[in-house]
């Protein structure tokens, strides 16, 4: 297979599954390494065995704090989107509520939504998930909100004048042509959103409310000084947001077949 | 001396599990200097590797492949030949005067002379008084004239086009052959020319080439020089030679392997 | 949608140039947007004047705020609140200068974590771009350290600086918190690199081949000017999300001076006292964020140049 300096060719199957477990694996390797030969205090960064050492002794803690994140990120992820998909389409059907919405939108979407958090704390009390849930809500809603209103504004003009020839009702137009369109730019919001919405309801964690969740359990513990079992909880939430990215990722890929 | 040497070209593309396409097989063909050859054949024939390895962007699996005397290689390090494909393939941060001089420019061309040679090739494809516009302003013809100025802005002796006009409207592409025709007489290079459309293939060319698919090969050739005292102008394309060529060139695509027809350009 | 025409021999649309137009509508969308605003700030104000002071509550869940002046300002209150001493005390600083100082603080922590995390995010894309081995066995890895909230382990980097020392120098809080930055901008950066990087489509690589150019050439004459629009918004989102890894650094490691700990110490030592001491740090972190997406929005203004590919 002759390729060309100036193109890429593409990698086979064997190597596009392999080489990614060769380098996490060498990566792990290297850390254990690392940490073992040159006696790294744990502050900094414990062995991967001290870690796996914790993951099993306190499984039942992680996996707790870990539902309890992943059930606030949940309530969080299924909100924003609702209020992203409507927000979208009330604003592709009225210009002037997109054109108010705008500054908004753009202020929202480059600040720091998990500085709210105290504040919601504040207007929804301490004592409940209830900031921590909205947190997540409304960094979800943001990429949502932008892909799905995008989406509906890339109906193809060829498309558009088909459906005018079929002289089509706007109901049978959005149902037919404009919702289709828009499915792989809402399903694109969401894949950001499912991320989004574990990291803000973990980090919404640090700012207060109830004693519970993974965010509270790791920095809790890493001011305590267990390092190990607050490394575990990292663990925790990176299993957390694997699964909302694959289970994302499942039912786009499912939606792309049956629409 | 001859523009183009092929011989004995094979190119076999090995595709997963063991099967293999011949995409070319046993072909021979020389393109004499300043002579217009065009490859013609419904999809899939191979006209496109075969262009592909006389600019050295693809090698072939045996057989030799020489560009004035040289190898394929060679000939595109000397820069021995202008490419333009069927998009114009321009940089859109360049205006137009700079996609021209590209080339000129990364092969370290004096600036005060790129400049002349870009005026003079603005001039040739009649977009002078577009020289400081951007591909995005342009039309689609317009931007492929830019892509033809910028094959030619090193003067070489030998012009690859892989259909250049394929995205062309018919109106537009007919001006563009008339163009073409001028240029080449302007520059004498010789023209390797990929198309699928029978007219143009005998409008532009003194030989067709006419191949077929599975394997690619060549099943013919057809002289298309327009007789004594018939000029290739639009005044060509109602004459009696130019018809016999349309119909010699159709008649051969048709015959030996009509198992995958043309794709329904050329001709009615 | 200029020259989606197969080619007639006109030039085309002159990419908006309607001034006149692109006035009107300018200011069309700055009234709406005022008045979008407007009504936002109403809503609020309409949401306390008649909102139950309790909030309500659906079963244990309490699902709309409460309206009470304890946990509820007014909007007005926000913004005079910078003006109000920090401390009761005589010669207090005011609310207003500790918050610009913050905010300017973050910033900076922010900025130094934007361009480490975007020289990095930049350096894997060319790596990615030169190989595909490398490409295959890093990329998911990248997709996922973004997937999974690695920012988690933000706490745990607050004991680095007592083990991690060169001569006399030694890893700080900033440090820390500049690591988080520079985590979180990264990530956009490297996706959207490699897929500006690689968008030259093939016409226009074989014509460098065709000019025998070589790797570095072709990438510097045409992979990276053909990658700014890419670039562009990956340079925002790598910011904003600076900006947020600042923010949060700041909290979870308790470096003093920032915005971050603003948020947390205004929140701690208000109380129910004063509900509108809350908002000036969080102002300020908007403001860092708009700040750092006007940055990238100006650069974005100087390379327009590379940009013309954009609507075409």
Redesign the interface.
């Known amino acids: 297979?002759?390729s060309?300096?100036?193109?890429?060719?593409?990698?086979s199957k064997v190597?596009?599954v392999v080489?990614?477990i060769?380098?996490?694996a060498a990566l792990i390797a290297l850390w254990q390494l690392l940490v073992r030969a040159f006696h790294?205090?744990d502050?900094?960064?414990p062995a991967p065995s001290d870690i796996w050492h914790q993951l099993t002794e306190e499984h039942t803690l992680i996996f707790d704090t870990t539902r309890k994140t992943g059930w606030n990120a949940l309530q969080g992820l299924v909100i924003g989107t609702v209020v992203g998909i409507v927000g979208a389409l009330l604003a592709h059907g009225v210009r002037?509520l997109r054109?108010?919405?705008?500054?908004?939108v753009?202020?929202v979407?480059?600040?720091?939504?998990?500085?709210?958090?105290?504040?919601?704390?504040?207007?929804?009390?301490g004592m409940?998930?209830?900031a921590r849930i909205v947190v997540a809500g409304i960094a979800v809603a943001i990429p949502v909100y932008l892909n799905t209103l995008r989406g509906l504004q890339q109906v193809r003009a060829v498309h558009r004048d088909l459906m005018l020839a079929y002289s089509s009702t706007p109901w049978q137009r959005t149902w037919a042509v404009t919702l289709p369109t828009a499915t792989p730019y809402l399903f694109t919001g969401l894949r950001i959103g499912?991320?989004l919405a574990?990291?803000s309801a973990?980090?919404t964690e640090?700012?207060?409310g109830p004693s519970d969740g993974?965010?509270f359990t790791?920095?809790n513990e890493?001011?305590s000084g267990a390092?190990a079992l607050?490394?575990a909880?990292?663990v925790g939430?990176?299993v957390?947001?694997?699964i909302?990215?694959i289970v994302t990722y499942a039912v786009e890929r499912w939606f792309a077949r049956h629409r | 001396m001859t523009a183009v040497a092929l011989s004995g070209v094979e190119r076999i593309f090995r595709t997963g599990k063991g099967r293999q396409v011949v995409a070319l097989e046993a072909i021979d063909l020389t393109v004499g200097e300043g002579e217009f050859v065009s490859l013609i054949g419904p999809s899939g024939c191979g006209k496109s590797t075969l262009l592909r390895q006389i600019a050295d962007l693809d090698s072939p699996t045996s057989g030799t492949v020489s560009v004035f005397g040289k190898t394929a290689r060679q000939a595109r390090l000397d820069h021995d030949y202008g490419i333009a494909f069927q998009q114009a393939g321009l940089l859109p941060w360049r205006t137009v005067a700079a996609n021209i001089s590209l080339p000129l420019q990364l092969h370290g061309v004096e600036k005060a002379t790129a400049a002349a040679r870009v005026e003079q090739l603005l001039e040739m494809v009649g977009l002078s008084d577009f020289a400081k516009s951007f591909p995005d302003q342009l039309s689609g013809g317009m931007q492929q004239r830019v892509a033809i100025a910028r094959a030619l802005a090193e003067q070489p002796k030998l012009l690859l086009m892989d259909e250049p006009f394929g995205a062309l409207d018919e109106i537009t592409r007919e001006r563009m052959q008339s163009e073409l025709v001028r240029i080449c007489q302007e520059s004498g290079a010789a023209v390797v020319f990929v198309t699928h459309s029978i007219p143009e293939a005998v409008f532009l060319s003194d030989r067709v080439v006419v191949m077929s698919p599975r394997p690619g090969r060549i099943v013919g050739i057809v002289s298309t020089t327009p007789v004594a005292g018939v000029e290739r102008g639009e005044a060509y394309r109602d004459d009696e030679s130019f018809f016999h060529g349309v119909q010699e060139v159709r008649h051969l695509l048709h015959s030996g392997h009509a198992t995958d027809g043309p794709r329904g350009e050329g001709a009615r | 949608m200029p020259q989606a025409d197969g080619g007639s021999e006109s030039v085309t649309t002159v990419r908006r140039g309607e001034r006149g137009t692109s006035n009107r509508a300018h200011y069309r969308a700055a009234l709406l947007g005022v008045a979008g605003i407007a009504l936002a700030a109403s809503a609020w104000e309409l949401y306390k004047a008649f909102g139950p002071q309790a909030g309500v509550t659906v079963g244990q869940t309490i699902v709309l705020p409460r309206a009470n002046d304890g946990v509820m300002p007014h909007i007005w209150q926000m913004f005079t609140e910078f003006g109000k001493p920090v401390t009761a005390g005589t010669g207090s600083q005011t609310i207003g200068g500790a918050v610009l100082a913050a905010t300017w603080f973050t910033l900076r922590l922010a900025g130094t974590g934007w361009i480490v995390g975007v020289i990095i995010g930049f350096a894997l894309a060319m790596l990615m771009t030169r190989s595909r081995v490398a490409e295959a066995a890093a990329l998911p890895w990248v997709v996922v350290s973004q997937t999974v909230p690695l920012i988690a382990i933000a706490p745990l980097l607050a004991g680095w600086g007592q083990y991690l020392h060169v001569g006399s120098w030694q890893w700080g809080l900033p440090q820390s918190v500049m690591v988080i930055s520079a985590y979180l901008a990264f990530y956009p950066m490297s996706i959207g690199a490699l897929k500006g990087l690689t968008s030259p489509d093939v016409y226009q690589l074989e014509l460098m081949h065709v000019y025998g150019i070589g790797w570095w050439r072709t990438f510097l004459r045409l992979r990276l000017p053909a990658a700014v629009p890419y670039l562009l918004p990956a340079l925002r989102l790598a910011a904003t999300m600076a900006v947020v890894g600042a923010v949060v650094g700041e909290t979870s490691v308790d470096l003093q001076g920032g915005v971050g700990y603003l948020i947390i110490s205004f929140q701690q030592t208000a109380g129910l006292s004063d509900a509108a001491r809350a908002w000036p740090p969080i102002i300020g972190a908007m403001v860092d964020g708009l700040i750092a997406a006007g940055v990238v929005a100006l650069i974005g203004v100087l390379l327009r140049r590379y940009r013309r590919g954009e609507n075409a």
């Open positions: 297979m002759t060309l300096p100036g193109q890429r060719a593409p990698v190597t596009a080489a990614p060769v380098l996490g790294i205090h502050t900094i960064v002037v054109e108010m919405a705008a500054p908004i753009v202020a979407s480059v600040m720091p939504i998990v500085a709210l958090g105290p504040v919601l704390y504040g207007l929804f009390g409940t998930d209830t499912s991320s574990v990291i973990l980090i640090y700012f207060g993974l965010g790791i920095n890493a001011k390092f607050a490394w909880a990292v939430s990176i957390l947001g694997l909302f990215y």
